[in-house]
Structures are given as C-alpha cells and as structure tokens.
C-alpha cells in the first residue's frame, strides 16, 4: 500500500472529526486501524507529516494519547486517488476503493461517474454525422467506428 492509501484508512475510520480538528489517539490504536504494528506507525505518521496530509504531535511518554489533525478533507483526497488509478488502467482497485464502507454518497457518486467516463464509449449526436440521411424515423442507439477507428455510441434525439 502506498501513504495515499494509508490516509484514507485513517480518514476513513475518523470520519467523525473534521479537517483541521484536532483529537486525540493512541499508536494503538492506529496500529488496529493501519493494520501494521506501532513502529511502522510511527514511520506511515511521519511520511504523511512530510506530505502534509496530517498533523502529528508525539504524546510525551509511555501510555499518553499522541494528537493527531487530518489536514485534507476526504472529498478532496479521495477523488485525486481513483483518477491516478483510473489513469494506472487498475480499474478493478478502483473500484474495490468506490465500494468500501464508509464513502459518503457524493464522493462515491462522482468517483463512479469519474470511472464510468473512463470505461464508456463517447457519445455524439445522430446530426453530426456526415452523409447520414436525416430521417424522421427513430433511430436505436448503436456503436459506429469512424475512419480513424474510434468507437461512438450515436443515439437520436427526439
């Protein structure tokens, strides 16, 4: 997993707390959630610090809570992460990411609208063809390959 992936973990788990709230956890705790153990934590904390996804503050000795404060918003992270997949061609991951609990229902909407575009054919007008008979009968949507090999879903409006 790469540290976008860990961020969205953690933005996942702590949906509850805003951008730029500050609460309080244990390493614990984030070991649970990351699924690693406490000293890959440490290290997960101190690359997203770097990359300014988060803000983190050591609790000062053994057992004190360490403070912690997501510094970008899940909508805005989120989105960018399917596109670099979508743009990788690993469309399966992408969609595993869209289907996990806990998406809030706009995201996920644009992020499978996002996903969709990428996946559909373009559409265009009947109109915009060239040389096509204009006739008042209606015409079924259907795939036409044009000179250069490109594929188009041409449907007719009414």
């Known amino acids: 997993m790469n540290i976008i992936e860990y961020y969205l973990l953690l933005r996942l788990q702590y ?5 730029h709230q500050s ?12 699924c690693c153990s406490t000293r890959n934590v440490k290290r ?8 300014q996804l988060i803000f983190f503050k050591p609790g000062g000795g053994r057992g004190k809570r360490s403070k ?28 595993r990411w869209i289907k996990r609990e806990g998406i809030p229902a ?12 990428h996946l559909s054919f373009p559409g265009i007008p009947l109109h915009e063809i060239n040389g096509f008979p204009q ?22 409006n009414n």
Request: with cysteine; glycine share 2%; net charge positive.
């Open 44 to 51: 997960l904390l101190r690359k997203m610090v770097e990359d």
């Open 135 to 156: 006739h008042s009968f209606p015409v079924t949507p259907t795939m036409i390959a044009s000179s250069t090999g490109t594929w188009y879903l041409v449907e007719r």
């Open 68 to 95: 912690l404060q997501f510094r970008r918003p899940l909508h805005q992270v989120f989105p960018l992460y399917i596109q670099f997949l979508i743009r990788q061609g690993q469309f399966r991951e992408a969609v």
């Open 15 to 19: 949906q509850e707390y805003r951008c």
């Open 106 to 117: 706009k995201v996920r909407e644009q992020c499978y609208r996002e996903l969709l575009r």
């Open 23 to 34: 609460f309080y956890v244990s390493l614990n705790e984030l070991a649970r959630v990351l």
